[in-house]
């Protein structure tokens, strides 16, 4: 297994759990500020992170390309945010959660169109089985 695969794996297992802590704490407040508490909490443990690793200087690495795409994925991180928390406000959290992993089959196509990766069939047959496994989770009695 490489590197990348075993935070991908770590990603998925504390998204997960994301989930159902997201749902507890949502309860009594409004989806925003669960959003904002959540984001300043990210926020301060990610400042600490970087302190740790004196990952403060980037010596002008940072092109302007990057930057905006940066502040474009954050705008689109906020966004996703925001919906998550108010969907999780209103609706149970194992139907909320599938409905949101469509995102898996978004960005592969993404991947496939914007950025012009090449996917296996397997790889399309995948995508179209999450795809399908998302609407037999959240859209069937």
Known sequence: MTEWMVFALGSACF???TVVLAKIGVEDV???LATFI???VV???I???MSLR???SWSGRLSQRSLVFLVLSGVTTALSWLCYYRALQGGPASLVAPIDKLSLAIAMVLAVVVLGERLTAWQWMGASLMT???LLV????
Not at 138 to 141: E, S, V
Request: charge should be positive; hydrophobic fraction near 55%.
């Open 132 to 134: 399908v496994g998302v």
């Open 43 to 45: 926020l301060a443990f």
């Open 15 to 17: 998204a997960g759990l």
């Open 38 to 40: 959540r984001t300043v």
């Open 54 to 56: 004196r990952e403060w």
């Open 47 to 49: 400042a600490l992170l």
């Open 30 to 32: 409004p989806s925003n």
């Open 138 to 141: 959240a859209f069937t009695k």
